[in-house]
């Protein structure tokens, strides 16, 4: 039986094929950045004030700042209060008499300053004052609509495949994010956006997993790192677009327009052989990578690829196959919460550019921009230092970055940008990791699954993290302080996972860690998640056998890679394939035919 890693190195594992697949998914990933950092800019605060044309009926020759004087309470700092105004007094003697003092809420709405923004959400739907909470709850309800759209999307692709998530996720964004430009009232906005978050959560974990479940080992990172870097590219074209289009209606028309062009080649975009395999469809997936290799102009005979259905059951996993063993419930439980703390701290500063200090394009061309770098080193640190110290290290620097900001004072902007931009830069390396990590550590039958779990996890922080801001009622450090130490202890966490770099992606669950670990020089221990049958072992397998009943192990097997393992499946007693006990047998007979020579030499050389 083939496996698909040996098909793919045959067919090419980084050819013309899978950089093709690259561009498709990257492209959307910089539309989709467009969406989710277009809620800085519509939802921006502008200054405002209360409108009190009232007192134009009664003085109608009134300046603008006679009125405001005559009508508007000051701050302690000399502005005019944005909330509250003068009770409307209609007798114009009673005020040149006595003037106007008691307050009141704004009655007649607001006056907003539209010399930077002509048009925002705040400004059209009045989320000004006691409304205000409504852009933070708007920007959670994106989040959740990320969430949801990783909760159902992730068991639909596990079901009816990576590609068909795609393409629905593409065209809903089309429909909703076209569709929310052209909203009544900010009810349909926020129901209109949750769709667009939906959709938002969907594609981006199965871009990349489609695309990772067709390369090889050796840049197994790319698909991760590069849709990354999209995102920042997308962040940085982003600043621009919004810098010229000041109206949120035809920014939302703007950003909505090219997914129309993904629309039209997402239709051409293949299959995960890997899934098709795991379903049981051979017959496609045999189709399918010889269209590959034609691609790739790679000769691949037909006979090389019939043999991957061979001893193959389909494997239909599902989210409780994630708990059913010790050792993957630790990965997941882990892989969730480093999910959580990287991003809680990803979308607090992210979402929050306007209040560092600094012009709020410049400071999004530098979020958008610290990203590139960011995930290009990601490229190489992954191939030289591995998955578990990159993800640990960058995850730790990000927290100690956020920590920082609270020993910068408040009146110094730049310093404060700075160590965002740092902190942001980390965080950004260690949300690229988790996507290539996540796919490494899980089968093939379950990846989907377990992606989308940890997705969700991520996205729930994406949910949280405005919403701590307001905690900045009770101290203004304990946001930042929440940014910092989650992110840090999840760091910590990571240390506790396997390396997963240079290796096969697994595509059954087969062999456990603890099986692994349970392997040493004396008799061969197995654990129960290991007692399935019938069980064929590699001819590295075998080449690591020296000594026969009870079986050992040589240390050059132990000390290297894993055991490569197939067929394993259907839970029974264990049952080892007629080749390896013949090989076993003969390499048993040949033993103790060595011990007989060397007994005999013995007494051949004591007689003498």
Not at 55 to 80: F, H, M, R, V
Not at 473 to 496: E, N
Not at 563 to 574: M, S
Request: glycine share 8%; with cysteine; charged share 15%.
């Amino acid at each position: 039986m083939a496996d698909f890693g040996e098909i793919l190195v045959l067919i090419g594992d980084f050819g013309l094929f899978q950089k093709l697949l690259l561009f498709g998914v990257c492209f959307p990933n910089v539309i989709l950045s467009f969406h989710l950092f277009s809620l800085v800019f519509i939802g921006i605060a502008v200054p405002h004030h209360c409108n009190t044309d009232w007192i134009l009926k009664i003085i109608p020759n009134l300046t603008e700042a006679e009125q405001l004087n005559l009508t508007l309470p000051l701050e302690q700092d000399g502005s005019y209060q944005r909330c509250e105004m003068y009770r409307p007094v209609w007798d114009i003697e009673a005020i040149e008499q006595h003037g106007i003092n008691s307050t009141v809420p704004c009655q007649e709405g607001w006056v907003y300053d539209t010399s930077q923004y002509k048009k925002t959400v705040v400004t059209e739907f009045d989320l000004v004052c006691g409304h205000a909470k409504w852009v933070g709850v708007a920007q959670s309800v994106f989040m959740a609509g990320i969430l949801v759209g990783a909760l159902i999307f992730g068991p639909l692709a596990e079901r009816f495949g990576r590609k068909r998530a795609v393409q629905v996720t593409m065209i809903m964004m089309l429909l909703c994010g076209t569709g929310t430009a052209l909203a009544p009232n900010f009810y349909v906005h926020i129901a209109l956006q949750f769709f667009v978050g939906l959709s938002y959560g969907g594609f981006r974990i199965h871009c990349v997993i489609l695309a990772t479940e067709w390369i090889g080992v050796s840049k197994r990172s790319y698909p991760a790192s590069l849709t990354q870097i999209s995102l920042g590219l997308g962040q940085c074209v982003m600043a621009g677009i919004a810098y010229f289009i000041r109206d949120w209606r035809a920014l939302q028309f703007t950003i909505s327009a090219p997914i129309g062009i993904v629309v039209l080649y997402v239709w051409v975009i293949p299959e995960s052989a890997r899934w098709l395999i795991s379903k049981g469809k051979y017959e496609e997936a045999k189709q399918l990578i010889l269209k590959v290799a034609a691609v790739n102009k790679r000769p691949v005979p037909s006979e090389a690829v019939d043999k991957i259905a061979e001893n193959r059951s389909a494997d239909n996993g599902t989210i409780l196959d994630l708990i059913r063993t010790a050792e993957l419930r630790k990965y997941i439980l882990i892989m969730i919460y480093m999910w959580f703390g990287c991003n809680l701290s990803y979308y607090a500063l992210a979402l929050n550019v306007g209040s560092f200090g600094l012009d709020i394009y410049l400071t999004q061309l530098l979020f958008g921009a610290i990203e590139i770098p960011a995930n290009v080193l990601c490229m190489w640190a992954l191939d030289v230092f591995g998955r578990r110290i990159c993800q640990g290290s960058t995850m730790l620097l990000g927290g100690i970055a956020c920590l920082l900001i609270l020993a910068v004072p408040p009146d110094m902007p730049v310093a404060i940008t700075a160590l965002a931009v740092t902190g942001k830069f980390f965080v950004t390396g260690a949300s690229t990791i988790n996507y290539v990590y996540v796919q490494e550590l899980f089968p093939t039958a379950v990846r989907q699954s377990a992606t989308g779990l940890c997705s969700m996890a991520g996205r729930l922080s994406g949910i949280i993290a405005p919403l701590i801001v307001l905690l900045e009622a009770c101290h203004w450090s304990i946001p930042y302080l929440i940014y910092g130490a989650v992110p840090l202890t999840g760091g910590l966490f990571c240390f506790l996972l396997p390396e997963t770099s240079k290796r096969e992606l697994p595509d059954h669950a087969g062999l456990t860690e603890e099986f692994k670990r349970g392997v040493h020089g004396g008799a061969l221990s197995f654990t129960e998640e290991f007692m399935v049958g019938p069980l064929s072992f590699t001819e590295e397998f075998m080449r690591g056998v020296h000594e026969v009943g009870p079986l050992l192990f040589t240390e050059e097997f132990m000390s290297g890679d894993p055991l490569v393992h197939r067929g394993v499946h259907e839970v029974g007693p264990l049952s080892f394939t007629e080749e390896f006990k013949r090989d076993v047998e003969t390499m048993s007979e040949s033993r103790v035919s060595n011990i007989k020579d060397d007994n005999e030499l013995s007494l051949q050389s004591t007689s003498l």
